[in-house]
């Protein structure tokens, strides 16, 4: 991100590079790109590489690792990957060109293609925890981009320019004015940067019509100096700013202050630096807290945890002098950068890091505060975040929607983007069906009841099918209904959703014309006790029960053909009247239970199911002693005597009325 360099040019370490006497260019070229002037180094050293003889293959693998360096601090990652291709393709190229060739990849958004580099670096640097992070972070970001989140991203065409729009704020209540820094050429300051080749940075405004549409952005009055102007942050009544101040000269590293001005009627003061920090180091990018108690800020002094950290300063009931910085530790600040700090009224605090696992560059990251004092931190994710610089975002208050920067349109530039979070839309689309045979089931009638109270009801089409819209963070029961059936049910929730979705049920219904099996109702032979597993089904029963309130049924329960025939009607009786008791002790009424056992005189009649489990069965055919005497072996013969030890329930009333009423 070109525009970094608010920030970043003011943390140049300046090294001197050892060339011969023979190499005047390469000098120059070295101590440009030493001083931070990037920009104007790409041309000397690609000067350089041409006047270097091919035979001299170290020198111009140096060289274009430089070249493809300068495209990488310029944040050009396009050319950057163009000029690590060549330097990794050298015998003499270092490791880290392999790296950041990776790198470029991925800023590209060229993820696959990232984690494969990663690898290969992976096996000259195999202890670089570093890059196991990466490749961690584009197989997110591939997983992340097939699955993105309900945000609505939008260019802020009336506002960006063909030079860098970064960092806005909001400069009043109805969100109609926003404050934001760029490098157009309306800008005070007449200087350009070595580094980028474009303008020093001022703080500008513009404003939002009736048609919604943003004014011709202006510089902001007295605010802006011959020096940078950037990041802007307002105090909750917008009548206070603060913001930053760069001033640097030709190849001399001078300091980032944070300047303060307030408004009076229409006017602001002449800013002032704060003096939270000396001069000589950096403090940028501030962010003043809804109560005015507490500014985050930027810095790279000692303490932190890595490159550039957040750190804050606080101050008593928003008056009297700042405390002394303190570093938000390791749950925001990380080995790399964390820039352009946001605060919320609720303390969310937002802010950009290429340090924590990212889809490219910087990242938007949201960090939650807890109970306990930490944090969690979370990536804002695609389409607000994308392979490209992610940063700066300002919201509406208690709204989800405002303003972030990127450089995602892919010129190198920083532009603005409007962002909303549409409101989640939830429809359920069903499916009444029989439960046998899987015929849509025509005019069921579909019920409606929601936990937040409400109560609605559809009729099933002739496909069977029915529609209802949703609300967020309700639990629905979907209950359908039709004469000859037992009613059905089927549950769905919006709660927990973060994103709209189109619900999808079926909701079987089963016919009450025949006697209706009670699945795994099992019993060990010569028993009447219930299995365990007996225990899932009769639940079941139960709620099918409870849904019904009007029906009655019987218990009909059956055993196998061995022992007397005597002795199987007391058995079957036993088990039927156990089923029932279970029920009752679920609180079903004994007036809508009878149970009957019937021994070992009805056979069972080997059906669809039944085959397909045990196909040495015949379809048809009623498991009676003689029929299973003629089957291969006991194994056979004492599945079939299973399948005849069943219990199942019909339906004798639909017009029972609970004398509780």
Same mark, same amino acid.
């Given at each position: 991100?070109?525009?970094?360099?608010?920030?970043?040019?003011?943390?140049?370490?300046?090294?001197? %590079?050892?060339?011969?006497?023979?190499?005047?260019?390469?000098?120059?070229?070295?101590?440009?790109?030493?001083?931070?002037?990037?920009?104007?180094?790409?041309?000397?050293?690609?000067?350089?590489?041409?006047?270097?003889?091919?035979?001299?293959?170290?020198?111009?693998?140096?060289?274009?690792?430089?070249?493809?360096?300068?495209?990488?601090?310029?944040?050009?990652?396009?050319?950057?990957?163009?000029?690590?291709?060549?330097?990794?393709?050298?015998?003499?190229?270092?490791?880290?060109?392999? =790296?950041?060739?990776?790198?470029?990849?991925?800023?590209?958004?060229?993820?696959?293609?990232?984690? &494969?580099?990663?690898?290969?670096?992976?096996?000259?640097? +195999?202890?670089?925890?570093?890059?196991?992070?990466?490749?961690?972070?584009?197989?997110?970001?591939?997983?992340?981009?097939?699955?993105?989140?309900?945000?609505?991203?939008?260019?802020?065409?009336?506002?960006?320019?063909?030079?860098?729009?970064?960092?806005?704020?909001?400069?009043?209540?109805?969100?109609?004015?926003?404050?934001?820094?760029?490098?157009?050429?309306?800008?005070?300051?007449?200087?350009?940067?070595?580094?980028?080749?474009?303008?020093?940075?001022?703080?500008?405004?513009?404003?939002?019509?009736?048609?919604?549409?943003?004014?011709?952005?202006?510089?902001?009055?007295?605010?802006?100096?011959?020096?940078?102007?950037?990041?802007?942050?307002?105090?909750?009544?917008?009548?206070?700013?603060?913001?930053?101040?760069?001033?640097?000269?030709?190849?001399?590293?001078?300091?980032?202050?944070?300047?303060?001005?307030?408004?009076? #009627?229409? $006017?602001?003061?002449?800013?002032?630096?704060? #003096?939270?920090?000396?001069?000589?180091?950096?403090?940028?990018? !501030?962010?003043?807290?809804?109560? #005015?108690?507490?500014?985050?800020?930027?810095?790279?002094?000692?303490?932190?945890?890595?490159?550039?950290?957040?750190?804050?300063?606080?101050?008593?009931?928003?008056?009297?002098?700042?405390? $002394? +910085?303190?570093?938000?530790? !390791?749950?925001?600040?990380?080995?790399?950068?964390?820039?352009?700090?946001?605060?919320?009224?609720?303390?969310?605090?937002?802010?950009?890091?290429?340090?924590?696992?990212?889809?490219?560059?910087?990242?938007?990251?949201?960090?939650?505060?807890? +109970?306990?004092?930490?944090?969690?931190?979370?990536?804002?994710?695609?389409?607000?975040?994308?392979?490209?610089?992610?940063?700066?975002?300002?919201?509406?208050?208690?709204?989800?929607?405002?303003?972030?920067?990127?450089?995602?349109?892919?010129?190198?530039?920083?532009?603005? =983007?409007?962002?909303?979070?549409?409101?989640?839309?939830?429809?359920?689309?069903?499916?009444?069906?029989?439960?046998?045979?899987?015929?849509?089931?025509?005019?069921?009638?579909?019920?409606?009841?929601?936990?937040?109270?409400?109560?609605?009801?559809?009729?099933?089409?002739?496909? #069977? *099918?029915?529609?209802?819209?949703?609300?967020? &963070?309700?639990?629905?029961?979907?209950?359908?209904?039709?004469?000859?059936?037992?009613?059905?049910?089927?549950?769905?929730?919006? $709660?927990?959703?973060?994103?709209?979705?189109?619900?999808?049920?079926?909701?079987?219904?089963?016919?009450?014309?025949?006697?209706?099996?009670? !699945?795994?109702?099992?019993?060990?032979?010569?028993?009447?006790?219930?299995?365990?597993?007996?225990?899932?089904?009769? *639940?079941?029963l139960v709620e099918t029960l409870i849904d019904n309130e009007n029906v009655t049924i019987e218990l009909m329960s059956h055993t196998d053909s061995r022992d007397t025939e005597e002795y199987n009607q007391d058995l079957?009786?036993?088990?039927?009247?156990?089923?029932?008791?279970?029920?009752?002790?679920?609180?079903?009424?004994?007036?809508?239970?009878?149970?009957?056992? =019937?021994?070992?005189?009805? %056979?069972?009649?080997?059906?669809?199911?039944?085959?397909?489990?045990?196909?040495?069965?015949?379809?048809?055919?009623?498991?009676?002693?003689?029929?299973?005497?003629?089957?291969?072996?006991?194994?056979?013969?004492?599945?079939?005597?299973?399948?005849?030890?069943?219990?199942?329930?019909?339906?004798?009333?639909?017009?029972?009325?609970? %004398?509780?009423?």
């Amino acid at each position: 991100m070109k525009r970094l360099l608010l920030l970043i040019i003011m943390l140049i370490i300046v090294t001197s %590079p050892e060339v011969t006497a023979q190499k005047r260019k390469a000098e120059r070229a070295y101590s440009s790109f030493s001083a931070g002037e990037y920009f104007d180094a790409i041309d000397q050293f690609k000067n350089t590489y041409s006047k270097t003889k091919k035979t001299d293959k170290n020198s111009r693998t140096e060289l274009v690792f430089m070249i493809a360096e300068c495209y990488r601090m310029i944040n050009d990652p396009k050319n950057a990957e163009t000029w690590y291709k060549l330097a990794v393709k050298s015998s003499y190229s270092k490791p880290e060109a392999q =790296y950041w060739l990776a790198e470029s990849l991925k800023k590209n958004g060229k993820h696959q293609m990232a984690i &494969d580099e990663f690898k290969k670096y992976k096996q000259v640097a +195999p202890s670089d925890a570093k890059a196991d992070q990466e490749i961690r972070a584009c197989e997110l970001a591939l997983e992340w981009l097939r699955n993105p989140e309900a945000y609505k991203v939008d260019e802020l065409k009336d506002i960006n320019s063909k030079e860098s729009d970064f960092s806005p704020a909001y400069g009043r209540d109805d969100f109609g004015l926003i404050y934001f820094t760029s490098s157009r050429d309306d800008a005070a300051g007449n200087k350009t940067h070595g580094a980028t080749g474009q303008n020093y940075t001022d703080i500008f405004e513009s404003r939002i019509d009736k048609k919604s549409k943003w004014s011709t952005p202006v510089p902001v009055e007295v605010i802006n100096s011959e020096f940078e102007e950037g990041t802007p942050s307002f105090s909750s009544d917008y009548k206070e700013l603060y913001f930053t101040r760069c001033e640097a000269g030709k190849r001399e590293k001078k300091g980032c202050v944070i300047m303060y001005s307030k408004k009076t #009627g229409d $006017k602001w003061s002449d800013p002032k630096n704060i #003096g939270i920090l000396p001069d000589s180091v950096v403090a940028a990018h !501030p962010s003043l807290s809804s109560d #005015g108690s507490t500014l985050y800020f930027v810095s790279d002094i000692a303490g932190g945890f890595g490159k550039k950290d957040i750190w804050k300063v606080t101050k008593a009931n928003g008056g009297g002098a700042w405390s $002394k +910085p303190v570093n938000l530790g !390791p749950d925001i600040n990380t080995p790399g950068d964390e820039l352009f700090p946001y605060v919320r009224e609720d303390g969310t605090l937002y802010f950009s890091s290429d340090g924590l696992i990212g889809m490219g560059g910087l990242d938007i990251f949201k960090a939650k505060p807890q +109970p306990d004092g930490s944090c969690v931190v979370q990536n804002m994710k695609p389409p607000v975040n994308s392979f490209a610089d992610d940063f700066g975002i300002t919201y509406e208050n208690g709204n989800e929607r405002g303003i972030f920067s990127s450089t995602r349109k892919g010129k190198g530039n920083d532009e603005l =983007y409007s962002f909303e979070l549409p409101p989640l839309k939830f429809n359920v689309t069903g499916l009444v069906k029989d439960e046998k045979t899987g015929t849509a089931i025509t005019s069921s009638l579909v019920q409606l009841i929601a936990s937040d109270g409400s109560n609605l009801q559809a009729e099933t089409g002739t496909g #069977g *099918d029915f529609k209802f819209a949703l609300k967020a &963070d309700v639990d629905y029961i979907f209950l359908a209904s039709k004469r000859g059936y037992l009613n059905g049910k089927e549950k769905e929730t919006t $709660k927990g959703q973060e994103k709209s979705r189109e619900f999808m049920v079926t909701i079987l219904l089963t016919a009450i014309d025949k006697p209706i099996e009670l !699945p795994n109702i099992l019993y060990d032979f010569g028993k009447w006790d219930l299995r365990p597993e007996s225990m899932v089904s009769l *639940d079941k029963l139960v709620e099918t029960l409870i849904d019904n309130e009007n029906v009655t049924i019987e218990l009909m329960s059956h055993t196998d053909s061995r022992d007397t025939e005597e002795y199987n009607q007391d058995l079957s009786q036993k088990r039927a009247q156990v089923v029932v008791q279970y029920l009752i002790d679920k609180e079903i009424e004994p007036q809508r239970l009878l149970p009957k056992g =019937y021994g070992e005189s009805t %056979p069972k009649i080997v059906d669809s199911e039944i085959v397909k489990q045990n196909p040495f069965l015949k379809m048809g055919t009623a498991l009676t002693e003689q029929y299973i005497n003629t089957l291969a072996n006991d194994e056979q013969k004492e599945i079939a005597h299973q399948i005849n030890r069943r219990t199942e329930f019909r339906v004798l009333r639909t017009d029972y009325e609970s %004398p509780k009423k």
